[in-house]
């Protein structure tokens, strides 16, 4: 079993003593249940880091956890503090234009709106409406009549619609949903929709090597069933697949 640690964002390497020893510092953020959060043992858990041990398992590379907070998520990968970033990141043409991406290791869940019951759907249009920054999500929003409001973290769009700060908040599904069906106090409101691309890695432009090894890697357990058989521990039996 390779070596699997989690370390702080702060503790960055150069990029040439990762390749002598052959350590991939795996970026996530660790807040956005179920692709990655920390859980009640202070641990690393979620869809994305069970995947992206079995990755580095199959390619034979030791892998460590770097935890960084989502709005600085890409400058850090590019300025080198981790190599790679796998964090529910949606794969855009903005992004791409920054980092680039392995194909996506998981299909785009449509996004959906949640607010406080007997909120109604009109303040999709002329609400005020919560969002995680710098997500597709946001960029949705900012191109609507509706007022933007974003927040750092997940955890804090759906603390604000319940402090009467925002009239609702949109996020991707997979995340709303386990926390509107366990609420007494939300329900979902409007339609799902599609605003981002499948989910990817994202790693520096400059590491067409370590794209191409993950790549593999993901190619393998989409062909093997690995991958879905994740899918579904993570996200339900009716979540799409591959």
């Known amino acids: 079993m390779k070596k699997l640690t989690l370390i702080a964002a702060a503790a960055a390497f150069s990029a040439s003593a990762v390749a ?47 935890i960084n907070d989502w709005d600085t998520i890409i400058p850090n990968l590019v300025a080198g503090n981790y190599d790679t ?9 903005a992004r791409s234009e920054i980092i680039s991406f392995t194909q996506n290791y998981k299909e785009p869940d449509p996004s959906r709106y949640a607010a406080l019951i007997g909120t109604g759907d009109d303040v999709i249009d002329s609400g005020v409406i919560a969002t995680q920054s710098n997500t597709v999500q946001a960029g949705f929003v900012a191109e609507s009549d509706a007022d933007l409001i974003e927040f750092p973290t997940p955890d804090e769009t759906i603390a604000a619609v319940r402090a009467g700060e925002a009239d609702a908040v949109l996020a991707d599904g997979d995340f709303l949903r386990p926390i509107v069906e366990e609420s007494s106090d939300l329900e979902f409101i409007g339609e799902p929709m599609h605003i981002g691309g499948g989910v990817g890695m994202g790693l520096r432009q400059s590491d067409n090597e370590l794209r191409e090894t993950f790549d593999a890697v993901i190619t393998e357990m989409k062909e093997d069933g690995s991958l879905n058989e994740l899918l579904i521990q993570w996200f339900g039996e009716d979540t799409p697949t591959f």
């Not at 641990?43 to 992206?52: R, V, Y």
């Not at 970033?85 to 043409?93: D, L, P």
């Open 20 to 66: 002598a020893q052959d350590v991939v510092r795996m970026g996530t953020e660790g807040a956005y249940p179920p692709f990655n959060f920390i859980n009640d043992d202070n641990e690393l858990e979620g869809f994305e880091i069970d995947l992206g041990n079995e990755m580095c398992e199959r390619a034979g590379l030791t892998c460590e956890w770097v």
């Open 85 to 93: 970033i796998i964090a529910g990141m949606s794969i855009t043409e």
